[in-house]
């Protein structure tokens, strides 16, 4: 597991590695639809448990994905309190003239559930599915949308490339991170006005990086004559197989019972 990146493929023989993209892309559909509709505290609690079950049986690299999860503590613990202060209800807390509420710390703790369901998710998706296989099962689904003639195929190019360069970008980030702090950068300082500042040292040179690469790429697809006509012709066609029908039936009992529980609670 050395050298594993987030967002990143990585290979594997398990269940949702073997799975068709397309039941993976619609698995994910079911359960962002799932979240937005339901605010059952309880049911959230239990998605986050089937996405870290699906992590560790998945075998990625649940201390790589939960040490990201954590640096996205400050815009959690955001949500939380702003809910907390802006919402009416039963106060637990004064803060001068602001009363913190019950109710608010609820919905606040139902938001971060949302949020972290929707990372993991996320994650899940990305490093169990190549960026070829992702962006065909993309392709696929909206295959409908070639009769108002829109170009799905360069579309979904645009989403593969995407998908490809994003643990680069990760990767890029760092490395000027440590360059800068080599250079005196500090991003723990306690002033947010000089943390602003640092880190917009990342964003300039990581942009200007991003630029040079999209030109060499665009080079590199011109002189192997590219166009944005779609190949009919495949190597590899996507098949659904038995596990993939069963897998969507009990995702979608599972959820579909969820919201139903949470509904008539």
Same mark, same amino acid.
């Given at each position: 597991?050395?050298?594993? *990146?987030?967002?990143?493929? /990585?290979?594997?023989?398990?269940?949702?590695?073997?799975?068709?993209?397309? @039941?993976?892309?619609?698995?994910?559909?079911?359960?962002?639809?799932? /979240?937005?509709? @339901?605010?059952?505290?309880? !049911?959230? +609690?239990?998605?986050?448990?089937?996405?870290?079950?699906? #992590?560790?049986?998945?075998?990625?690299?649940?201390?790589?994905?939960?040490?990201?999860?954590?640096?996205?503590?400050?815009?959690? +613990?955001? @949500?939380?309190?702003?809910? &907390?202060?802006?919402?009416?209800?039963?106060?637990?807390? $004064? /803060?001068?003239?602001?009363? $913190?509420? =019950?109710? &608010?710390?609820?919905?606040?703790?139902?938001?971060?559930?949302?949020?972290?369901?929707?990372?993991?998710?996320?994650?899940?998706?990305? $490093?169990?599915?190549?960026?070829?296989?992702?962006?065909?099962?993309?392709?696929?689904?909206?295959?409908?949308?070639? *009769?108002?003639?829109?170009?799905?195929?360069?579309?979904? @190019?645009?989403?593969?490339?995407?998908?490809? !360069?994003?643990?680069?970008? !990760?990767?890029?980030?760092?490395?000027?991170?440590? %360059?800068?702090?080599?250079?005196? %950068?500090?991003?723990?300082?306690?002033? #947010?006005?000089?943390? #602003?500042?640092?880190?917009?040292?990342?964003? #300039?040179?990581?942009?200007?990086?991003?630029? /040079? =690469?999209?030109?060499?790429?665009?080079? %590199?697809?011109?002189?192997?004559?590219?166009?944005?006509?779609?190949?009919?012709?495949?190597?590899?066609?996507?098949?659904?197989? =038995?596990?993939?029908?069963?897998?969507?039936?009990?995702?979608?009992?599972?959820? &579909?019972? &969820?919201?139903?529980?949470?509904?008539?609670?």
């Amino acid at each position: 597991m050395t050298g594993m *990146k987030l967002g990143q493929y /990585v290979y594997g023989n398990s269940l949702l590695h073997l799975l068709d993209p397309r @039941t993976k892309i619609l698995s994910c559909l079911l359960v962002i639809f799932s /979240v937005i509709i @339901t605010d059952n505290l309880y !049911f959230l +609690l239990f998605l986050i448990l089937l996405m870290a079950a699906a #992590i560790i049986s998945s075998g990625l690299s649940y201390q790589l994905i939960l040490s990201s999860l954590l640096k996205l503590r400050y815009l959690l +613990l955001f @949500t939380l309190v702003f809910q &907390g202060f802006l919402t009416p209800g039963e106060t637990v807390l $004064m /803060v001068g003239k602001l009363s $913190m509420t =019950r109710e &608010g710390l609820i919905l606040g703790l139902i938001n971060i559930s949302r949020l972290v369901i929707l990372f993991l998710g996320s994650m899940i998706l990305l $490093m169990t599915t190549s960026s070829l296989k992702l962006s065909a099962g993309i392709e696929y689904l909206l295959l409908p949308l070639r *009769k108002l003639h829109i170009p799905i195929h360069n579309y979904t @190019t645009i989403l593969s490339i995407s998908f490809r !360069f994003l643990p680069t970008l !990760f990767e890029e980030a760092a490395i000027i991170k440590n %360059a800068q702090k080599s250079r005196g %950068a500090q991003f723990d300082s306690s002033n #947010i006005a000089v943390r #602003i500042k640092s880190y917009t040292a990342i964003l #300039i040179p990581l942009f200007e990086a991003s630029l /040079v =690469r999209a030109a060499d790429l665009g080079e %590199a697809m011109d002189s192997r004559c590219f166009t944005s006509h779609p190949n009919k012709l495949r190597l590899n066609r996507l098949q659904m197989k =038995r596990r993939d029908i069963l897998f969507l039936i009990q995702m979608t009992a599972v959820l &579909g019972t &969820g919201i139903t529980i949470s509904i008539l609670l």
